[in-house]
């Protein structure tokens, strides 16, 4: 017989899909102009900028907003307006908006929280704080979302194959469980990020001329 953990457990599997329509398929932060530019060509290289972006870049202030976002008495409106002022370029403020707004409309019947839009790690804490689930896995399945999003993205655009796409996934594992881990106990004190190639590539992505992704 299921419980409501259970429920809530497929709940939040289900809210933090990349199959969640929040049009997250058509953003890549930046990855495509490292790819046309030739820095992102392979697996390996594949990999490594993923990890930079999870561990230094955007992925660690994704986390710790969420982790924030997800306790008790968080000041969401605030956190909104943290997130905000944490995107360095007018494409990752757009794909962060778009996709909280997203998020946020479809999962408020679904969760009986607020529908307002706010930037996706605050709508998505908001969202699943009611859920009863442990923050880090909450956290480590939205960060497993969001590569999942560039891995498929490098899929579409690289010659890389399903099966080697879902290799660098699943090789990011341990340091998405580290970074779940730490973001859980983390505090404002803890944002910060030093990612200056993905920041440089989400600038230079929107005066490209042909373009696949929104960012």
Known sequence: MGTATDTGGLLLVQLLSPAFPTGGFAYAQGLEWA?????????????EWLADVLDHG???????????SLR????????DDLARALCLTAERLTETLEQGAA??????????????????PVAAGRACAPLGQLPA?????????????????AVRFLPLGQTEGQRVLA???????????????????????????AEIAQARHETMQTRIFRT
């Open 35 to 47: 790819m046309d530019s030739g820095s992102v060509h392979d697996a390996a290289s594949l990999a």
């Open 171 to 197: 090789g990011l594992s341990p340091l998405i469980l580290r970074l779940a881990d730490q973001a859980a106990t983390a505090t404002e004190n803890d944002l910060g990020t030093c990612a200056i190639g």
């Open 72 to 79: 008790t008495g968080a000041d969401h409106a605030g956190l």
């Open 103 to 120: 998020f946020a409309r479809t999962a408020a019947p679904l969760t009986g929280t607020e529908a307002s839009p706010a930037a996706l």
């Open 58 to 68: 955007s992925g660690w202030s994704d986390a710790v907003l969420l982790s924030l």
């Open 137 to 153: 896995r909450v956290i480590a399945l939205y960060l497993h979302g969001q590569a999942l999003n560039l891995v498929q993205a």
